[in-house]
């Protein structure tokens, strides 16, 4: 590997990483929440006859702060679906992928469908429809962003987008926790996702992971575009239930694990990529906390063996999924045990802590919030949707210390993010039969 043509990507990559939509085209599935004068003078009577039109007024105030809140962006992007497309008979769909809550996300669709009718369109279902139409509700740090995705005939689908700020009380619902999780649409198509990452630049990269192979988007108008796939080659046919793992390297853009497969990008610009048949270990948790653990390449867990070891424990019961955090001085792990307990190592013994009711997922990320490092932990909720939750482990048990997430479908994997800045939830979305991607955040409700 010549550090002369690593920086050479580099610079490509800061550039723009070219034009090479020859090498491939974008995907026709991407996608990218006075007091009243007189009232002392009343009898009490009469105080008790007023409570009615009190209440009422109340409710009335609370309409116009909602109003206030939403309405705005609701005919801003109602017109900018229009000036797309025309007036037209369509068919909308709209999901919820934010913290706004659901009697929320339910009346900003009424005001969507009413300000789409006040500009003249019609609705129908999908097979009478001449447009499709799904606006997601997602949402940043910083602002919700609303994502309407268009779908004509055969032509390829356009994307509009809109955001407006958060405000604290917007963003959370119920009693102020000490943390907030926030959840962020990155990527969705109908092929299973196995991992995503995202290399900031101007513009940014996207790497997205699958069983075919890595597609290597570029950002542009807001929007992903596929430059080119680098295609994977096995030689033993992928388990039924099939995991894989993307990692950003300083001297090369990646490496990518598989089970029984090695794939390493070139150093050069545009990057290649070979595979290899080999059982590698695969790198778990985050840095400056991780571990190279083995991978069962017939099935869809890890084996509890490492290389190193945590500590002086070279090995740990078989697992699907671990989260490292700091404490006194030495690194805590948290596994997602295929035994479903959750087992934690500290380098010495390992607890087990029983059946905590978490899923197969979970992942370490830094925040800066409480002690810096939380655990990310999938749950699974009422279907088709599963939540997330953080913990902290103060002492042996772990402890919930933000709201809880709920994503659009169930689990299929959870990897932290380079440097511990947020996760990387995949998430099969039954109702639309495709996989999402969304980037997990945590934040200080300060």
Same mark, same amino acid.
């Given at each position: 590997m010549q550090p002369e043509s690593d920086d050479g990507f580099k610079r490509w990559i800061m550039a723009g990483g070219g034009n090479i939509s020859d090498m491939g085209r974008a995907e026709d599935n991407a996608v990218y929440n006075s007091r009243i004068a007189g009232m002392l003078n009343r009898s009490f009577s009469q105080l008790i006859s007023l409570l009615p039109l009190v209440l009422i007024l109340l409710i009335s105030s609370s309409s116009r702060v909602y109003?206030?809140? $939403?309405?705005?962006?609701?005919?801003?992007?109602?017109?900018?679906?229009?000036?797309?497309?025309g007036t037209k008979i369509i068919a909308v769909e709209v999901s919820n992928r934010s913290s706004i809550s659901r009697s929320n996300a339910d009346a900003i669709r009424r005001g969507l469908l009413t300000e789409l009718a006040t500009l003249g369109m019609r609705f129908a279902n999908t097979e009478q429809a001449g447009a499709v139409v799904h606006i997601s509700l997602s949402e940043n740090t910083q602002s919700y962003v609303w994502v309407a995705e268009i779908r004509q005939a055969a032509n390829e689908p356009s994307v509009l987008m809109i955001s407006l700020p958060r405000s604290e009380a917007q963003s959370v619902? /119920?009693?102020?926790?000490?943390?907030?999780l926030h959840k962020?649409?990155? $990527?969705?198509?109908?092929?299973?996702?196995l991992d995503l990452a995202v290399i900031? /630049?101007?513009?940014?990269?996207?790497?997205?992971?699958?069983s075919n192979g890595i597609g290597f988007y570029r950002q542009q108008n807001s929007r992903w575009q596929q430059e080119y796939v680098l295609p994977i080659t096995h030689a033993r046919p992928w388990p039924r239930d099939l995991r894989g793992k993307l990692v950003l390297q300083k001297d090369h853009l990646f490496d990518a694990y598989l089970p029984g497969v090695l794939c390493q990008s070139s150093t050069g610009a545009p990057p290649a990529m070979s595979c290899n048949d080999k059982d590698e270990p695969w790198p778990i948790g985050t840095e400056p906390f991780s571990l190279n653990a083995s991978f069962a390449s017939s099935r869809n867990f890890f084996t509890g063996a490492f290389s190193p070891g945590a500590g002086k424990q070279t090995l740990a019961p078989a697992f699907y999924s671990a989260g490292s955090f700091p404490q006194d001085k030495r690194t805590l792990w948290l596994f997602a /045990?295929?035994? /479903?307990?959750?087992?934690?190592?500290?380098g010495t013994t390992d607890q087990a802590l029983g059946k905590l009711g978490w899923g197969s997922d979970v992942a370490s990320v830094r925040s800066g919030c409480g002690s810096g490092w939380q655990i990310l932990a999938g749950?699974?909720?009422?279907?088709?949707?599963?939540?997330?939750r953080a913990y902290e482990v103060p002492g042996s048990e772990p402890m919930v210390v933000g709201t809880e997430l709920e994503l659009t479908g169930s689990i299929t994997a959870m990897w932290a993010g380079s440097g511990g800045n947020g996760a990387i939830a995949i998430?099969?979305?039954?109702?639309?039969?495709?996989?999402e991607a969304?980037?997990?955040?945590?934040?200080c409700n300060r």
């Open positions: 109003a206030q809140n $939403w309405a705005t962006a609701e005919e801003q992007l109602a017109r900018k679906i229009v000036s797309a497309i619902d /119920g009693e102020a926790s000490a943390m907030v962020m649409l990155v $990527w969705s198509q109908q092929e299973r996702i900031e /630049g101007n513009p940014a990269h996207m790497l997205v992971l699958d /045990g295929v035994d /479903g307990q959750v087992h934690r190592l500290d749950h699974d909720g009422q279907a088709p949707s599963d939540t997330v998430v099969r979305n039954s109702d639309l039969g495709r996989y969304f980037r997990l955040t945590l934040t």
